[in-house]
């Protein structure tokens, strides 16, 4: 060991701190991996239905347990619908509830619902009889949920019977927060 150059005596203390490299950063991934898959999933906003709250092109963390929505929620859902994808709108009702629409507000069990997230004098109004529209009142049944797009007048959403009620079980999550664009984190 006395013959043994500096050289010789750093390869393994170097071989080491790569081995301990590699396994810090594979764990790390390891980790992110299992908190995006199980926690958390990632959701692009397609279209304008969502407008003022969220933008076209916007992305979103979505928590990945959300089986008990309540009103006001933002979720992401994977029902089966006419457009083919996956749908971003806020919940009006759940199951046992009464929704209807009246004077350009929307009432649930009798009662005009507070909704700050929308812009000042936004009339909100049922689908013309002509595109296949709910008839209201109408009662939520257990198990699903109403929903609508913030933008009431371009939103394809449980008024029309093309979309309708949705089931709790093809509610991927609730919308935590978005992504992008950078720096405008919160979502009401």
């Not at 500096?6 to 991996?33: D, F, H, M, T």
């Not at 959300?66 to 083919?84: C, E, T």
């Not at 002509?130 to 913030?150: C, I, K, N, W, Y």
């Amino acid at each position: 060991m006395a013959n043994e150059t500096a050289e010789e005596r750093g390869k393994p203390k170097l071989l080491g701190s790569v081995y301990e490299l590699a396994e810090i950063l594979v764990s790390a991934v390891l980790a992110i991996a299992v908190m995006f898959l199980f926690l958390f999933r990632f959701a692009g906003v397609v279209g304008t239905s969502m407008t003022p709250t969220l933008q076209h092109k916007d992305w979103l963390a979505v928590g990945a347990f959300a089986r008990s929505p309540k009103r006001g929620d933002i979720i992401i859902i994977a029902q089966p619908n006419d457009h083919n994808e996956p749908l971003v709108k806020r919940v009006i009702a759940t199951g046992g509830q009464v929704v209807d629409i009246a004077e350009g507000r929307v009432l649930v069990d009798g009662a005009v619902i507070e909704e700050p997230y929308l812009p000042s004098g936004v009339v909100t109004s049922k689908a013309p009889p002509s595109q296949a529209s709910v008839e209201f009142p109408v009662t939520v049944p257990e198990g699903f949920v109403f929903v609508m797009g913030d933008n009431r007048g371009g939103s394809s959403d449980s008024r029309y019977k093309e979309v309708g009620f949705i089931q709790e079980d093809y509610i991927l999550g609730k919308v935590h927060l978005r992504l992008v664009p950078f720096g405008q984190f919160i979502v009401k």
